[in-house]
């Protein structure tokens, strides 16, 4: 055993005994085991698939180009390839291009082919595992014999998972020490759907009924003047939506962590299409044009931390009351603890205004950083999915020379590739089919002269009728009347809908063919 040396080559072997088993327990078990031994939090990082550095700016081209003759032998330990990355992603200035392809090229030739085609994933972003952190909280648990929800709150508070494992192997006491951080993002609360409005409120009791507005999710630190704003992934936005740090810096508090929505509204109020909100947000609708001159507009419906106090454990009552004194004008519109009529209205009016629907949510319940439980419940009459973009035909006819019918996939719970589900060409604006023209030939593994093949990495949310039995399909169910609502830039495909969640829709007495 190579105790606090792990190979290189052992994260490799572990990464694909990952993809090749669908036990639950046999991958937390193989997790587990490098966990045990590592000298690096980067050894977790490589098992989630990213380097310790996060992105660092080598692409697709680079790293397929490179290509030196590969080491016979596995020799790089982890914290080789660790500290070799780092001296990549630090290389600036005069002949920096040289200098890293050198850097890339010393580190290749000594990586064996197998190590060099996980450097190549790593490094391009495919190797990315959102679906693995689940198993990863397991793993480090059990490798550090501690409670998996003091790990799973950790990682919460956090939002790292290799820090986590640091803090887990030093004791449970490590692990209790992180605590909401101004300034620091943690991972939001999610919703689950609801049956139907009367259900949720009896399920839930005490609750409140909130408007659920179509926009971006937002999280706002601020401590006296500093002020940082996050995204649904934790991604830093701050310097790129100044009207809300200007209104965040004006809220009457010292410091606050907010949590909530914003959206571009027309001049009479109503919400913008949700790709002119996503556009401000940066790179992925094509930022270009005059979206900047858009202002978005915060919605809060949640506060964590008040003037040196963490609510997270706080039910949300006492959240309310915070967010009313924080927040004020600000305050997404709703209704505490309404009766069923008055609920039903606060739906009939959010629809009207043009918003999705309502989310209601249990007042007694704490904040759940990062879960999707039944405490708050999400209404909304369309029926849709977030699927993955796995490839692409090219139109014809007024669509010739544009990449037109969409091929979807739903998300293998178990971590294999996404399961096919259906085509859709409806719903497309002109805008949004040149945008993802260009967006899915940047992706693209193979060109076909008929169907483009991509990375399965955009996430787009697809209205259906409903879903039928198919023998066509790999997963035996495919979609009936799909069509493209909105690409999801802000999710990841590791948080896209399952294919359990697709079978669910089969109308009862319904059985697909298994797989
Ligand atoms: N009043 C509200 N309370 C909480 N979340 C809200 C509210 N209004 C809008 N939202 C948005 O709804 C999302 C919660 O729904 P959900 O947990 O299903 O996330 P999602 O998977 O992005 O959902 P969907 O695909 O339905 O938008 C939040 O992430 C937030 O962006």
Redo the contacts with the bound molecule.
């Keep these: 055993m190579h105790h606090g040396h792990v190979l290189f080559s052992e994260v490799v072997e572990t990464s694909a005994a990952l993809a090749a088993t669908r036990s639950r327990l046999a991958k937390v078990a193989a997790l587990a085991e490098l966990v045990r031994r590592m000298s690096t939090p980067a050894v977790v990082s490589f098992l989630i698939g990213v380097p310790s550095q996060g992105r660092i700016g080598a692409g697709y081209r680079t790293v397929f180009d490179i290509a030196p003759p590969p080491a016979e032998q596995p020799g790089l330990t982890v914290v080789e390839v660790d500290e070799a990355l780092g001296g990549y992603a630090s290389i600036a200035g005069k002949g920096a291009v040289q200098r890293r392809a050198a850097a890339l090229t010393d580190l290749f030739g000594r990586a064996t082919a197998a190590e060099q085609d996980f450097l190549r994933r790593l490094l391009t972003g495919e190797l990315r595992q959102g679906a693995l952190e689940g198993v990863m909280v397991d793993a480090i648990a059990r490798a550090a014999e501690v409670p998996v929800e003091v790990v799973r709150r950790a990682y919460m508070l956090s939002g790292s998972l290799p820090a986590t494992a640091v803090a887990a192997r030093e004791g449970e006491s490590a692990l209790a020490a992180f605590r909401l951080e101004v300034g620091r993002p943690v991972r ?6 609801a049956e139907s409005l009367p259900e949720a409120l009896a399920e839930l009791g005490a609750c409140v009924v ?8 937002i999280q706002v630190h601020r401590s006296g003047e500093q002020v940082h704003i996050f995204t ?1 992934n934790l991604r830093e936005i701050t310097g790129t939506v100044p009207e809300l740090v200007e209104l965040v810096c004006g809220l009457p508090c010292e410091s606050v962590v907010l ?3 914003t959206l571009a509204l027309t001049d009479d109020g109503k919400p913008r299409p949700f790709q002119e909100t996503m556009s401000r947000f940066g790179a992925l609708l094509g930022a270009e044009g005059d979206t900047r001159s858009l202002l978005l507009s915060p ?1 809060f ?2 506060c964590l931390h008040l003037d040196g106090v963490d609510l997270l454990d706080e039910p949300l009552r006492e959240r309310l009351a915070a967010l009313r004194k924080a927040a004020g004008d600000h305050v ?1 519109p ?1 209704v505490v603890e309404p009766d069923e009529e008055r609920a039903a209205a606060v739906l009939d009016a959010a629809l009207a205004a043009g ?2 629907g ?2 209601v ?1 249990s007042l007694e319940s704490v904040y759940a950083a990062g879960r ?1 439980g039944r405490a ?1 419940q ?1 209404v ?1 009459p369309v029926h ?1 999915l ?1 699927l993955v973009v796995l490839g692409v035909e090219w139109g014809s006819g007024r669509r010739k020379g544009l990449l037109s019918n969409l091929h979807l996939g739903a998300r293998d719970p178990e971590g294999g590739p996404p399961v096919m589900v259906g085509k859709t060409f409806k719903g497309l604006t002109d805008e949004l089919l040149a945008w993802q023209t260009r967006e899915l030939l940047s992706i693209a593994t193979d060109r076909g002269d008929w169907v483009v093949t991509v990375r399965p990495e955009l996430v787009i ?1 697809i209205e259906l009728d409903g879903v039928q039995v198919s023998p066509r399909y790999p997963g035996g169910v495919a979609l009936r009347f799909a069509r493209v609502l909105r690409y ?1 830039p ?2 990841d495909p590791a ?1 896209a809908d399952t294919i359990d969640a697709v079978r669910a829709l089969l109308p009862k007495g319904g059985t697909p063919t298994p797989p």
């Design positions: 939001p609360m999610l919703a689950s759907p909130e408007h659920k507005l179509d926009g971006a999710r649904r949590d909530g929505e919605f419906f949640d997404i709703g918003h999705e309502v989310m949510k999707r708050w999400k909304k849709t977030d949310e999801r802000d999710k948080e």
